[in-house]
């Protein structure tokens, strides 16, 4: 299976900024998309950004012109960074790829790793 491991969250000031991290590791033949999705606390789960392994990018409209997405297909990573962080930025982020495993069959794989918090507050 695949193994997803973030890193990067933690408290900062609004308007401050964090750099999130996510490895994915396994048995993978390709990874098609890798996002980032977040849930506040009391509320659903809602995506961030996402990438797909050409380099197009999704956002979702509360965080446009505030976070970038990037990816290193070489090393299976995705990067979430975070820029004029808000208050209602805080919740708990999670990472999120999806692609095709090496093992027979290439069956598809849906991945999601443990989540990381950031919480926004001065």
């Known amino acids: 299976q695949v193994q997803l491991v973030e890193s990067g969250g933690g408290l900062v000031q609004p308007g401050g900024s964090l750099r999130l991290s996510c490895s994915a590791s396994?048995?993978?033949?390709?990874?098609?998309?890798m996002g980032w999705y977040r849930q506040a606390l009391g509320k659903q789960r809602e995506l961030v950004a996402t990438v797909t392994s050409g380099g197009y990018t999704n956002y979702a409209d509360s965080v446009k012109g505030r976070f970038t997405i990037s990816r290193d297909n070489a090393k299976n990573t995705v990067y979430l960074q975070m820029n004029s962080l808000k208050p209602e930025d805080t919740a708990v982020y999670y990472c999120?790829?999806?692609?095709?495993?090496?093992?027979?069959?290439?069956?598809?794989?849906?991945?999601w790793g443990q989540g990381t918090q950031v919480t926004v507050s001065s």
């Open positions: 999120n790829a999806n692609g095709v495993l090496r093992t027979a069959g290439n069956p598809g794989f849906d991945s």
């Open positions: 396994g048995s993978i033949f390709s990874i098609y998309t």
